[in-house]
């Protein structure tokens, strides 16, 4: 049996590890992994395959940033010809990336059975770009995993037989279960201080935080090397619907700036998307020179779980980290009107408060989470075995 698994993006990358893995018990298998090159910097990529073991691709399609039309367009001829080489039995694609939906289309069109991992989650948001790709890609998909009975409930409603959905669990929690123990060993101020955007500006800040005496420390600056004393706040944001406009970014900007640094240090991993936006917007030598908001580069896997367990409060976007945030117990601000993954929100036993842009409502969670205690939540099937139960049921069909 060939299988042909397609990754693009880096919240696909903790996703293929295990799913990688597990193919391998199966001598009978041959797997090609084709990464379509969507994301293709250092950060955004290869430091995850390394990181995480994955293998290196087999092919890469280096399709590179676009429009998403470009995207797309790009993956899907250049995917095509893979397959008319390759002619695979399945054909696999995981989450909902750009990746994810060019791939799945390419392979029906070719005749090849696709399997789609993270399959049925909705946010009936059709703005966000990731909502077409899930849509397009479970229609198509032959078989459908699952990770939550919401998922299943989202697929029946829409009409997917039954013998097409498997609810199989988190493929993203067999990663985090993997990897959490590597990660909790790593040093957070480490963390920080390598990764830091302006490592000139945070030298000296450092610097100068050393040479004031204890009596004085409470009027300090805080320092890098001070974080896990301290409490911090994690923060991620590069959704389009977060960054892009400025009436959105630059009034959220100022309640990060002018009330939350003043409390908390904010390390905020920082998209590249988001930098481009904070400059456009004239806010990034406000945001640099800030001594609170501590600025690193895209972190890798090990380092990001590292921070989101020390965290007292995540502020993010990103789907992947309000469930790692609901395994962790980090309370989580999610800054988005609606999610695919009502199953991390507190009102269901997570930890994610679905907050918007709205400055008003982040400060109102912001208020009532910021001294929370942690509470870890583990949905049903989170067990660390979900690309187990995958590679059986597609090695079986
Ligand atoms: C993509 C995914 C999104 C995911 C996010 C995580 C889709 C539709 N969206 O969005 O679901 O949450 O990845 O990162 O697939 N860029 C770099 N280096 C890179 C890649 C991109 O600098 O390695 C820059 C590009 O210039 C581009 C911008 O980042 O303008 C956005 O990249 P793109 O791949 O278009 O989408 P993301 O916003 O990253």
Redesign the pocket.
Known sequence: MKIVSVV????NFMKVAPFCRALKTYPEVRHVLVHTG????VR??EQFFKELGIPNPDINLEIG?GS?AE?VGRTMMAFERVLREERPDWVVVLG???ATCACSITAKKEHIKCAHIEAGLRSRDMDM??EV?RLVTDRLSDLLFTPDRLSNANLKAEGVPDDKIKFVGNIMIDTLEREREKAAALDINSIVRENAIDSNAEKQRCGEAENYSKENSAALPFCHSELGNQGYIAMTM?R?SNVDQRETLVPAMRFFLDEVSKEYPIVWAI???AQKMLKEFGLWEEVVSNPNMILVKPLGYHAMLRLNMGARLFMTD??GLQEECCVLGTPCLTMRWNTERPITLMENGGASILVGNAVEKIRDAYHSQINAPRHAMRPELWDGHTAERIAEVIVNH
């Open positions: 693009g993006a880096r919240p969507q994301h293709y910097d955004m990529s940033s998403h995207q909902d990336v750009n770009p990731e790709n590069h389009p998209h590249p998307r990103s789907g």
